[in-house]
């Protein structure tokens, strides 16, 4: 029997019609309408002139912090509640991350905690931009929050974080294209110095592959389409620096372009999920909806169940009846500081992260479920639940 799976791409609008325009036009690499067009749509989506579209969400992420100087002997404070992307774009970029817990109330990085560790662990910097740790002598340039399973983030208490600090931003928004911070502002224009998407096949929106850097600075996003496309300079092979070949192609960007055109849809489509597992989560004592936003909204990529109770027995039992039942459910994003690689990472004591991952119970959220695979899950949720007394 085919599961109901977590997150498949919805793929039912214009997205053939443009694909076949790829092909008519010849136009299948890097250059393209459909990649100056899906461009200005992230741009605008975010608040901002410009951005940047690149091959993957992790290399977005890469590009943000190598655009922003960050590099060798630098540390990147990031929530170790988070997929393994945000912590390997840091290493990529030749920086370390510094993991920080999350909140048990929205799952985003603690930032009263990440203040005092900045406080007790680090000094100005006398040299130029950012904190120096005083135990290893590395420099903290940046932070970079995640917004877990699409929610928007205190965006005011970043960017005082960063301003009193002197650190950038740089904003994990990988699942959360469309997504708006406090007072309906943009993501981009909350004053945080970049903001990446992912549009991976399980992402609101997809290009198949593909990633995405908006910042109200140009000159960030020139230095980043600079590093993306060889570092070439002008007409012939001439390059002044050691960059990447990390462009997105126009036939990614067709795909993406299409998406757009449904992104309202997509968006309400996964809102209605989220009102619908928070339903049924409100039947049961043990059971409480994923978290909304302390600020701003969500985009609820991902929503569920978080099971509060004390038998942790119950949360493997509670998967293996899913799947029996026909429904994907498996373990959530395993934290980063318990991931081997980034074992010996930085880090701050980490209560939240260890207790709340095995908790998390995301149900399935494809923006094309049908009615009969909601009344499948739902109904399988309830009877796992009623069973338990
Ligand atoms: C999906 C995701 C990424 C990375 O995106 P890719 O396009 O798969 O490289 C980064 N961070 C988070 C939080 C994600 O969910």
Redesign the pocket.
């Known amino acids: 029997m085919q599961k109901i799976p977590q997150a498949i791409p919805n793929l039912n609008g214009d997205e053939a019609e443009l694909l076949q325009a790829c092909i008519e036009s010849t136009f299948v690499s890097s250059v393209g309408p459909f990649v100056t067009e899906f461009e200005d749509r992230i741009a605008a989506l975010s608040g901002v002139d410009q951005a940047a579209v690149v091959c993957?969400?992790?290399v977005a992420?890469q590009m943000a912090f190598e655009g922003l100087g960050i590099g060798q002997n630098d540390l990147v404070m990031m929530p170790s509640l988070?997929?393994i992307?945000?912590s390997n774009a840091i290493s990529h970029a030749r920086a370390q991350p510094w993991l920080v817990d999350v909140t048990a109330e929205n799952w985003t990085i603690d930032l009263d905690l990440c203040r005092r560790l900045i406080l007790i662990e680090t000094e100005p910097n006398p040299a130029g931009q950012g904190r120096i740790h005083r135990v290893t002598g590395q420099v903290l340039r940046a932070i970079a929050p995640?917004m877990v399973m699409g929610a928007s983030l205190d965006f005011a208490a970043v960017t005082a974080l960063a301003r009193e600090f002197d650190l950038r931003v740089v904003v994990?928004a990988?699942?959360a294209i469309g997504g708006q911070a406090q007072n309906d502002t943009a993501l981009g224009a909350t004053g945080v110095d970049a903001v990446c998407y992912?549009?991976?096949g399980n992402?609101t929106v997809t290009c198949g592959?593909g990633?995405a850097v908006a910042a109200a600075d140009p000159d960030l996003i020139k230095r980043i389409k600079h590093l993306t496309t060889t570092g070439r300079v002008g007409g012939n092979y001439d390059h002044d620096v050691i960059a990447y070949n990390f462009r997105m192609t126009n036939v990614q960007a067709a795909i993406g372009v299409a998406q757009l055109r449904r992104l309202d849809s997509f968006l309400q489509a996964k809102a209605a999920h989220h009102a619908m597992y928070s339903d049924v989560a409100a039947e049961f004592a043990d059971l409480a909806p994923f978290p909304e936003p302390a600020k701003g909204q969500s985009t609820y990529w991902f929503s569920g169940v978080y099971y509060k109770g004390d038998d942790m027995s119950v949360c493997d039992a509670f998967r293996a009846h899913m799947n029996e039942a026909g429904v994907d459910l498996r373990l959530f994003w395993k934290p980063i500081h318990l991931q081997t690689p980034y074992a010996a990472c930085m880090k701050s004591d980490m209560p939240v992260c260890d207790d709340l991952w095995k908790r998390l119970f995301p149900l399935p959220c494809s923006t094309h479920l049908t009615e009969a695979e909601m009344t499948q899950v739902t109904t399988a949720t309830r009877a796992f639940w009623s069973a338990q007394g």
Do not use: E, M, P
Request: net charge neutral; charged share 10%; hydrophobic share 40%.
């Open positions: 993957s969400g992790t992420l988070t997929f992307a945000t995640v994990d990988a699942a992912s549009f991976n992402k592959g990633g």
